[in-house]
């Protein structure tokens, strides 16, 4: 029997100190935390196999979509869709703290990258190689 994911997600995502945070993987979706501090971004990517939602929860930043920069700040909700090159930037003073639905996952189930240069660092490694969270 599977038990999915249920829980307070506002709370686990304000809470959120880590870069990046894997919270569920499933076979067809996967639940992502980040925080972006002040003046960081993810850097530009494409993601030509998988749709992104994004929900910001607390800041403000820029979410760039094949060049458009759309503001983004508490309550914003964005979808980037397979094969837009796209940014995440915080643009404001405090932590900009998102969840991010990838569809298919992206990441290895639980990993956790503390950092920017530390998700850089091993980024390649730790893409998502089909396993789920159960």
């Known amino acids: 029997m599977k038990r999915g994911f249920c829980d ?3 709370r686990l995502t304000i809470d959120n100190e880590d870069f990046r945070r894997v919270l569920y993987t499933g076979e067809h979706l996967q639940l992502v935390l980040m925080t972006l501090q002040p003046g960081d971004e993810i850097g530009e990517e494409v993601h030509e196999d998988r749709d992104q939602f994004f929900r910001i929860e607390e ?3 820029t979410i ?4 458009r920069e759309n503001p983004v700040m508490d309550d914003f909700a964005v979808i980037v869709p397979a094969g837009a ?4 930037r915080n643009t404001g003073l405090e932590p900009l703290r998102l969840y991010t639905v990838y569809g ?3 990441h290895k189930d639980k990993v956790v990258q503390r950092t920017k240069a530390e998700a850089d660092k091993r ?3 730790e ?3 089909g396993a ?3």
């Open 8 to 10: 307070d997600i506002d």
């Open 59 to 61: 800041g403000q930043g």
């Open 64 to 67: 760039d979509i094949d060049g």
């Open 85 to 88: 090159r796209h940014n995440v």
């Open 104 to 106: 298919p996952p992206e």
């Open 123 to 125: 980024h390649h490694a």
């Open 127 to 129: 893409e998502w190689d």
């Open 132 to 134: 789920t969270t159960e």
